[in-house]
């Protein structure tokens, strides 16, 4: 085929169940498919990577002060200008030094480089990357899963040296770079706002991979988290940050669980029948980033205080199942014991969640972010709605959506749970998924531009 032979995919993170951890999982898949040496770059939190460049971590103190003095939202001013700027260099430096290290080893071919030039996260990273790329004028892939321009703290430096520092490094204009956006509200926006044009590369998912089923490994699953067999389970699988509106989904659960006698003794899509013992139980597979543990103090303490039933077990779930030091299942397993899934984002670049739950076969219950409803929306999926319209709820920033709406959500929500056409209903979504998100839709752009006769 005469596909290149060695190729790096860089993150300042890897082997999580974060969206852009996954999608670097199926890059790589499709890359060791088409037989390519494939190696995996990232900072030190990671699994599974092949090279490490310590300085890539943003949550680092180094980095959150270089961020937190870079922009006027967080309101710091602990170091000078001077001193920002030499911090910004000096980590720049090590990144692209660690980095040409590893290059000389490997002789990379292609780079596949995931948020690095568009989020503002991680300054120092920018630079770092675009004098690598220009310097040895290799092959990129930049694929931006968040823009700078989608997050309101960084939209305004502090000074016109870290804006100078943005225009410079930020999304570099480099014939040797091809930029992806994952939506086309990103790549219109891109264009206007750099004059680059962008492939838009949605979320994608291995289709026809095997179906998540039951099995001896996540038996145990619902008792070793405190649930039982006949709960109506509710599974909120995205990492816990406040951008995905899990407040809303607690509220859902809420008034759910108050209707829940209209449930019991009847049969549930998928053959669980409900009795007077069943509890709603609201399942968060996901984690939460050192940044978000605020948020997740406040999701905790909402919880008790409206009475539901949350389980957090993050530190249960992991990319991957292992049964040492202690039992870890994978987040697929997790949907394995869903009936419900919950998708309340405000924000989201594209949607991996989605895609999952239509992989799996699950009902899921959407807030129409934006992108939902320009990108995926038109596709033509089977979904119980949360509406568009938020709420700022209290001084601590929680959100919520209009009363009627979230009324009219669960009655929706307790409608597709039992009505006889759901599972026919849940088939065509799989259609749907399979048509547009499959991973041959990434695989056809990956070999076009990597392979000769692509």
Known sequence: MGCLEKVAIIHYRAGRTDGVSLEIDKRQSILKRLGMD?????????????????????????????????????????????????????FSQQIEEQFLIFHRQKQFDALLLHNIFGFALHLPAFSAFANIVRNLKIPTISTNHDYYWERPEYLEPVNS???????????????????ISINSIAQEKLRELKGISSTVIPDVFDFKQDSWQRDKFNSDFLSSIGVKENDLVVLQATRIIERKG???????????????????????????????????VFVLAGYAEKMAEPYLD??????????IQAKFIGDKIGMERSSAPEKIYSLWDAYVHADLVTYPSIIEGWGNQFIEAIFAKKPVVVFEYPVFKKDIKPEGYHYISLGDRIYRQDESGLIRIPEQQLQATVNAAIETLTAPNTPQKLEENFSIGTKYHDLEVTERFLRKKLCKDG
């Open 38 to 90: 494939v190696s995996i770059v990232s900072g030190p939190v990671e699994k599974g990577s092949d090279f490490i460049i310590e300085a890539l971590e943003f949550d680092t103190p180094e980095m959150v002060e270089i961020k937190e003095n870079s922009f006027k939202h967080f309101q710091k001013n602990s170091i000078s200008p001077d001193v920002l700027m030499e911090k910004i260099w000096k």
């Open 161 to 179: 040296r870290v804006q100078k520092y943005m225009d410079t490094y930020i999304l570099p204009n480099d014939d040797c770079i091809t930029h």
């Open 246 to 280: 899990i407040e809303v989904a607690m509220r859902f659960v809420k008034e759910l669980a108050r209707k829940k006698d209209e449930l019991a003794g009847k049969i549930l899509y998928n053959g669980k029948r409900l009795d007077k013992t069943s509890n709603v």
């Open 298 to 307: 406040k999701l905790k303490e909402k919880a008790s205080r409206i009475g």
